[in-house]
């Protein structure tokens, strides 16, 4: 079945530091790929998402680029703030499922990045 | 601000009793999907509902089920509460126009505690 595996955290970084969290997934179809984002007390929020291969993803400063022939979608960032501290999600949905599997987002574990000033 | 609002915020519920949690989409998605995240973990898919039925399920037993009203309102019910249902309960709501790329958004969730 559809999987999506994130690198380990907690991560920390000082401000302006350049941030990658790695994302690879792993799908039978040709599944649209999301960063999605959580802060503390609240919903997930979409980040970004890229719908095939080579698109790139961006919002707020943050980019990911769907790399098909790696199975990736590492999300980056040049220069981090304190608010970009939250819970990053790497999440996979396909497009074509059936069945019970309609509509379904697939997630990673998360990553917490915690930015210091 | 997504316009999806769910309630109770918090809930403490002892093994073996029965809960319902509720979900108010945004108005004209039609769309509701229900997930479960543990401590942790990322949210874990339990089951959609589309026009009032459920048309997809994750690898949740049926004591997990749910209601959808014409409202854009939505119910989770959990029957019999194991220790391991302790978890935040996410709904998510979307517009079926967008077809299997809709974007999905998620309230603030429920975090149910089971002792």
């Known amino acids: 079945g559809d999987s999506v595996t994130q690198m380990e955290g907690p991560v920390t970084l000082s401000e302006e530091a350049f941030l990658t969290i790695n994302c690879t997934y792993t799908a039978t179809g040709y599944p649209s790929l999301f960063w999605y984002v959580q802060y503390p007390g609240e919903g997930l929020q979409l980040l970004l998402k890229?719908?095939?291969?080579?698109d790139k993803g961006s919002n707020k400063g943050f980019e990911a680029t769907y790399r098909k022939e790696t199975t990736s979608f590492h999300l980056e960032k040049g220069s981090v703030q304190v608010s970009d501290s939250a819970v990053y999600f790497c999440a996979l949905r396909d497009p074509e499922a059936g069945g019970t599997s309609y509509g379904k987002l697939t997630f990673g574990q998360g990553t917490i990045l915690t930015v210091h000033p | 601000e997504t316009g999806v609002t769910q309630s109770p915020t918090h809930l403490i519920k002892t093994r073996g009793q029965q809960v319902t949690l509720r979900c108010s989409s945004q108005?004209?998605?039609?769309?509701v999907s229900w997930y479960q995240q543990a401590l942790g973990q990322g949210p874990q898919f339990i089951f959609q509902?589309?026009?009032?039925?459920?048309?997809g399920r994750g690898n949740f037993p049926p004591r997990f089920s749910g209601l959808q009203f014409p409202n854009y309102s939505s119910e989770l019910n959990v029957n019999a509460l194991e220790l391991d249902d302790s978890a935040l309960y996410l709904c998510?709501?979307?517009?079926?126009?967008?077809?299997?790329?809709?974007?999905?958004?998620f309230g603030a969730g429920t975090r149910l505690s089971v002792l």
């Open positions: 509902y589309y026009r009032e039925e459920e048309n």
């Open positions: 108005s004209g998605h039609n769309t």
């Open positions: 890229a719908t095939k291969a080579d």
């Open positions: 998510a709501s979307s517009s079926i126009l967008q077809g299997a790329l809709g974007i999905q958004y």
